[in-house]
């Protein structure tokens, strides 16, 4: 990002919704209407010389056709309105999503409006309906986890003729929340730990699977289906979620079996996604936090926040 890029985005305010207005809008002309000048300025030069009557006639004309372009052209974009839809939680490594909407108040079509990251080369095109909404998708990088800030976003368009430039800078206030990226190949999950009561822990195998297991009955979820063992043996089993309720499993930082805290959240990471895959109860422990056991989409959530954030 060169220094005029970032002078400009720091006078430009944090909104999720943007209305365009003469105050917003910028244009200039673009080679092609450089160009264009370049060859009215000699077609005018030849006209006066050699007294044409009709190259003065051509002149104007095609003179008159730019100046409406170019007003068309600001018409675009003047008057529309933009918002953004905030992405959804992802993981460190991929791409967040964002959905942009624009919404015209106007009769006619607006034609040929692009939406880009500042800087990018990537453009997504629309025409937005009479008095209607179109929906434009760009993506960005999530290099690391935390929260990080949706990238400034410019629309520009360049009809009817090409000739002009017409754009807008526009930086939004949405942030999406990066997750550490899993380890891709973690170890088994740790032992569970007993109970207050003194019940005796479940041991997972080398797999990462729990030992307790029984044959599959009739209504049994198919989270708690052994997959593995169907796919080798064709034997349809489930686990024993009487003997798993006897151990807490606890997905501790301490356990993890290296000193890198980074790949100590990768690893927790991808522990907690197993873990929710064979719909076990889980616990995450974390320096500074404690999250108590649970299952179900509420608890994945809130572990994969916390290891976000810590």
Known sequence: MNLFQRWLESRLPLSDSLTLTQRNVYILPTGAGFMLAATLLVLLIASINYQLNLGYLLTFLLAGSAIVGMHVSHGTLRGLS?????PEPQFAGGNALVRVSLQSQRRSVRHGIGIALMGSDQWAWTDVPGFGSSTLHI??????RGWQR???ITAETRYPLGTFRVWTVWRPAAQVLVYPAPESKPPALPLGEAHADGAASAH????GDYDGVRTYRRGDPPKRI?????AKADELISRDAEQLQHAQLWLDARQCGTGDPEQQLARLCAWVLQAEEQGLDYGLRLPALEIRPGSGSAQRTRC???LALC
């Open 304 to 306: 994969l926040r916390a």
């Open 150 to 152: 949706v990238p400034t």
């Open 82 to 86: 933009l918002s953004l839809l905030p």
């Open 226 to 230: 052994v997959w593995k063992k169907l």
């Open 204 to 207: 997972p195998s080398t797999s």
């Open 139 to 144: 993506a960005f990088a999530l290099p690391r």
